[in-house]
């Protein structure tokens, strides 16, 4: 199924990137680079671009600080984790057009007519070892995802709400003194509150025009 591969296609790109900043292969190359970073006082929120998947909307990864730690020591030892935060398209793609997508757009348009939601974006939420274990491995877990629905009204780009969204909930890591000890159910109202207030400043901005 289409959401099976996102999940399946995350995973990978995690798991492609850590092996490639590990250097132990010269075929594999970082799948993305950072083009902004958000500094904080307990660790950097950076944004990447360059998972290589259609449907990726926004790519962030939070970092905490490592202080008076040993490199080499790191190498083999080390637990820390890295925040890997992962923002995809669920709807049919704009550049493929065929009598399937044209049904799933008119599928989508009948839920909306009667009030219903549609997820439009996955949110999901990996935390994954900075450094490789003691058995020369990366560990990558599953923290929290969510099929959100971004739409507010069609005055709004739904990839643009989704990456905003996303944008807040990335920099609320920088917040919180330890955001890779949350769990699910830590996430959902964090995720629910910035997205709360990203619909009610575009309402605001609708009903001011």
Known sequence: MKFDRILEDSLGFTRRMLW?????SKTV???FRSIRTVPGEQGIA???EGRDTPRAVRTWMY???????NAARMVTTSATMDLHLYCDFLGPLPNIKNAQTQEELEQI????DRGKPVPTHRIQIF???HFINPDGFYDC??????????????????NRLARITTDRLAK?????GAPLEFKAEDWEPILAQEWAQVKQEALSKLTSV
Do not use: M
């Open 109 to 112: 348009q009948i839920r909306r």
């Open 20 to 24: 490639a900043k590990s250097g132990k």
């Open 141 to 158: 877990d599953l923290v929290f995802w969510k099929d959100c629905d971004f739409f507010v009204h069609r005055a709004f780009e739904l």
């Open 172 to 176: 609320s890591c920088l917040k919180f």
């Open 46 to 48: 950076s944004l990447l």
């Open 63 to 69: 970092s905490p600080r490592r202080r008076d730690l």
């Open 29 to 31: 190359k970082q799948p």
């Open 127 to 129: 935390k994954a070892s």
